[in-house]
Structures are given as structure tokens and as C-alpha cells.
């Protein structure tokens, strides 16, 4: 009799060894898988633009890069125009409102482009960089293509003028620099193949467009 008791508590033993031996590679192998890394690599079909959180399509010709690269420092010379002009006293309001409206819409759509060129393999364009920084060529398609680009002798104008005479010299300038704009806008929804690419170009046209208007009005109101 205590012979089959002791041989049962053995059997019982083994059991439960053998029970717990099975639960712990349960823990471990039926846990849930972890989540995805953070770090992985982003998808080869799209590359996120860093500011906007729209993905670029890897998807893009000559004409696409062509284009971020001439028109962003096309908006960098807006930029720095806007901003001539804002450090100076006596300004009209609505004036000096419309050159902190073009800074602010067109620093963003500097970043994107050069997050485009990225996306596709290219150095961005910085503003000590930019081809033609100190060669502008006035009305024409100065700086390699861009066209409307001020030439240094316009730059030079601006910075000399003051108050009311200032604004209406930035608003001719202005105006002219965002014909030169549209116009390179337009040769990109013509030839371009990034979608991203030619939905900012379209975006330039229609905004832009509008500035000129509004610029004239400004212009017959000085």
C-alpha cells in the first residue's frame, strides 16, 4: 500500500514538472508579437515631406526637379524682398500686411520643395547656394530660367527707398516676380510628372494670380 502511494506522489510530481516546463514556453512563444519598430525604414513608394505630412511620390522627371530647383530661390528672393521691406519705418498698413503674407506662404513651400529633392535623390537648395544668388538679370529669365527674378541693381533700389515710395517700388517689383512665378508654374503643369510637384504648381498659379491682383489694387490706392 505505501509502495502505490509512493509511486503515485512521483507520478504526480513528474506531472507537474512537466506542466510547468509546458507553461513557461507558452508565455513566451503565445505572447503577442511586438509592435513594429518605429525606427523601420519607410516604404519605397513614398517618402513623407517632414513639414506637411504628405507623402512625395518617389515618381518624378527632369522637369519636376527642374522646377523645385529654380523656384525655390524664385521664393527665396520674395522672401528676402518682404522682408527688406518690413525693416523699414512708414510703411502702409496693408502693405507691410501683404509682405508678411508672402513670407509666411512661401517659406513653407520652400521647405516642401527641398523635401521634394530629397525624396528624389537631390541635394535641397539652400539660400547661400542657390545658382544665381548675385547675378539676377531684371525682368527677363534671369538666373538660368527663373523667370521675374530681380537683378541686383533692383535689390539695390529697394533697399534705398523709404516709406511710401519703398512700397510702391515692392509692390513693382513684386508684381513682376509673381508674373515670372506663374510662368514657371505653368511650364511645370505642362511637363512635370510628380503629382505633388504639379498640385504646388497649381497651387502657385491660383494663389499667386490673386496676389497680383490684389497688388495692383494696393498700387492704385499709394
Known amino acids: 500500500m505505501m509502495k502505490h502511494r509512493t509511486f503515485a506522489a ?9 506542466t510547468g516546463c509546458t507553461g513557461g514556453q507558452e508565455t513566451t512563444d503565445g505572447q503577442d508579437p ?5 525606427d523601420a525604414p519607410a516604404s519605397p513608394e513614398a517618402t513623407d515631406t517632414g513639414t506637411t505630412g504628405e507623402e512625395i511620390s518617389p515618381e518624378h522627371n527632369d522637369a519636376d526637379v527642374m522646377f523645385a530647383q529654380m523656384m525655390i530661390p524664385h521664393h527665396q528672393q520674395a522672401v528676402e524682398m518682404s ?15 501683404f509682405a508678411q503674407g508672402v513670407i ?17 535623390g537631390q541635394d535641397p537648395v539652400s539660400a547661400t547656394e542657390r545658382p544665381g ?29 523709404t ?27 505642362s511637363d512635370g510628372q510628380n503629382p505633388q510637384a504639379i498640385e504646388l504648381a497649381e497651387q502657385i498659379i491660383q494663389d499667386q494670380e490673386a496676389e ?3 497688388m495692383e489694387t494696393m498700387l492704385e490706392g499709394l
Do not use: C, F
Open 104 to 120: 509666411d506662404a512661401q517659406q513653407p513651400e520652400i521647405d516642401r520643395m527641398n523635401s521634394m529633392l530629397e525624396a528624389w
Open 133 to 161: 544668388r548675385n547675378q539676377g538679370q531684371g525682368q527677363g529669365q534671369g538666373h538660368g530660367g527663373m523667370s521675374g527674378m530681380m537683378s541686383e541693381d533692383d535689390i539695390q533700389r529697394l533697399n534705398e527707398a
Open 212 to 214: 497680383i491682383r490684389d
Open 83 to 97: 522682408e527688406t521691406l518690413l525693416a523699414k519705418d512708414d510703411i502702409p498698413q496693408d502693405v507691410a500686411d
Open 34 to 38: 511586438a509592435p513594429a519598430s518605429s
Open 163 to 189: 516709406g511710401t515710395d519703398a512700397a510702391r517700388l515692392y509692390l513693382e517689383q513684386m508684381i513682376r516676380h509673381h508674373e515670372g512665378a506663374v510662368e514657371m508654374a505653368e511650364q511645370q503643369v
Open 10 to 18: 512521483v507520478a504526480l510530481a513528474g506531472t507537474l514538472a512537466l
